[in-house]
């Protein structure tokens, strides 16, 4: 049996992504479209274009899948596209949003696919960073907390698509 240890609460986060999304209106100028990588990210991007908005942006919003873990912990390593946005975005100005940057391999894989549709300029956001566990080298332009090498749950993250729906994100222990 796994446990939830509290990590972040409720406030916490609702502070940093509001901030978030003051940092992210001050750096991008004009029209953008999020792009957000199902499904860990989904309550994130809800409360994030909701702080957009209060900063003064109104993006346009879509939503790719990126195949998942899975049932365990672990990645297996190989990224798949499971469910494209439906819309050309080429000439666009694009923010990708993701819950974590784990490995790396999720935020790359998106990044080179936006570029390969020649989008216009791109940005990438993460509610969470695992710097230590890179595989791949790439960074988040906009990211929420940094932490260690834990496994976390909760706010639209999920272990073994456990822990979705918690308003807060805690380690499984
Ligand atoms: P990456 O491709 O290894 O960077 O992994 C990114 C994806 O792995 C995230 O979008 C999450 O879905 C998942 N992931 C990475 N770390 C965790 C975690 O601590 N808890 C739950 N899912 C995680
Ligand atoms: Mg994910």
């Known amino acids: 049996m796994s446990e939830i240890e509290k990590l972040f609460d409720e406030a916490q986060i ?3 992504v509001d ?3 003051r940092e992210i209106v001050s750096s991008l100028t004009g029209p953008f479209v999020v792009v957000g990588l199902l499904k860990g990210s989904f309550i994130f991007i809800a409360d994030l274009v909701r702080g957009l908005d209060r900063a003064g942006a109104s993006p346009r919003i879509e939503f790719m899948r990126l ?3 899975g049932l365990r912990k672990e990645s297996a390593g190989e990224v798949h596209l499971i469910g494209d946005i439906p819309t050309d975005i080429a000439g666009q100005q694009v923010l990708l949003v993701d819950d974590i940057v784990d490995t790396g391999r999720s935020i790359a894989y ?3 696919l936006m570029e390969q549709r020649d989008v ?3 940005w ?6 695992k710097p230590s566990r890179r595989e791949v080298e790439v960074a988040a332009d906009f990211v929420g907390f940094t932490i260690e090498d834990l496994f976390i749950a909760g706010y639209g993250i999920d272990y073994a698509e456990k ?5 807060y994100i805690g380690v499984v222990t």
């Open 120 to 122: 216009a300029r791109l």
């Open 67 to 69: 195949s998942s873990y």
């Open 110 to 112: 998106a990044k080179a």
């Open 19 to 21: 901030d978030m999304a």
């Open 124 to 129: 990438t956001c993460a509610l969470v960073d």
């Open 14 to 16: 609702a502070q940093r």
């Open 163 to 167: 822990y979705r729906h918690l308003p």
